[in-house]
């Protein structure tokens, strides 16, 4: 119980200081050249590059790391395109178990591929940073372990108004996957929103609370139910399940300030993914 204690404390304390930095920090990108990539057939399942298509901001860098046997270049641009070839980046050629790391400084689309086996192919998509879905403003907190980001993005609370809320989950490569969660939210100790979502690959959750009844902060808490397709067996589904991560929109931050308040981390025997109990500390 010490330990789970301590641990607890320690993920509260750096999720604090994580919800500072937020909006400042830039994230690292990893992706993998597959073993095999060098022979054709990587290409018909989209799997030379892992993940072949990855999203960013700007100052983000992403590192590839040469995970075959062969040599390969990461170099941008299309073979289609001659003028493009190497213009943004050029790893020249680099061996089995070497990386190739780049920084990108503005937004835009940046396909590249592979010079020596032309077939093997991938796109990074940056973004400016702070750019946000629908909505004022989100806050970032990350899992104990720290495998997922949890994003939630809001408006600001105005009283006789409904509050649009969004959530998102990705990984440390820039990857989503199918998210169950639990959502309730919370106005001046009244509850305004309590249900069960789901945020499918590359999208968000969305949920609307009922209308407000006054401007002050809306208190909302996202517990993970388990990472899988809604349709199969709760028991299959996987991750932190029961870490609850809590988050405040705040309407006196102009235009909105999220600040992650705790982030609750219980044993997975605790809450199961069946399970409709938030977790406690």
């Known amino acids: ?86 213009a943004v980046f050029d790893s020249s050629l680099f061996m089995a178990g070497k990386t190739f790391s780049y920084k990108f400084e503005e937004a835009g689309e940046f396909p590249y591929f592979c010079v020596v086996h032309p077939w093997m192919s991938g796109t990074v998509i940056v973004q400016e940073h702070g750019d946000e879905p629908d909505g004022e403003g989100s806050a970032m907190a990350m899992t104990s372990d720290g495998a997922w980001t949890i994003s939630v993005h809001s408006g600001v609370p105005t ?46 959750g969305t949920h609307t609370t009922a209308a407000l009844t006054s401007d002050s902060p809306v208190d909302v808490q996202v517990t993970i139910l388990g990472f899988g397709l809604p349709t199969a067996d709760p028991e299959t589904w996987t991750g932190p399940i029961g870490e609850t991560v809590s988050v405040s929109v705040v309407p006196e931050f102009g235009t909105i300030a999220m600040m992650v308040l705790a982030v609750a981390i219980v044993s997975i025997v605790a809450v199961t993914a069946r399970s409709k109990v938030i977790p406690r500390l």
Request: aromatic share 6%; with cysteine; charged share 20%.
């Open 1 to 86: 119980m010490k330990t789970i204690a301590l641990g607890s404390i320690f993920a509260v304390l750096a999720l604090m200081v994580f919800a500072q930095s937020a909006f400042a920090d830039h994230a690292t990108v990893e992706v993998g050249m597959a073993a095999g990539s060098s022979s054709p057939g990587c290409e018909t399942t989209d799997e030379c590059f892992i993940p072949s298509e990855v999203t960013t901001d700007v100052g983000s860098e992403v590192i590839w790391s040469n995970d075959d046997t062969a040599a390969h270049t990461v170099t941008s641009g299309t073979i289609e395109d001659s003028e493009s070839v190497g």
């Open 159 to 204: 009283a006789d108004e409904e509050l649009s809320l969004e959530v998102a989950f990705t990984d440390t490569e820039g990857n989503s996957d199918h998210a169950n969660y639990q959502i309730t939210a919370t106005q001046d100790g009244v509850e305004v929103l309590s249900e069960e979502g789901h945020a499918h690959p590359g999208e968000l």
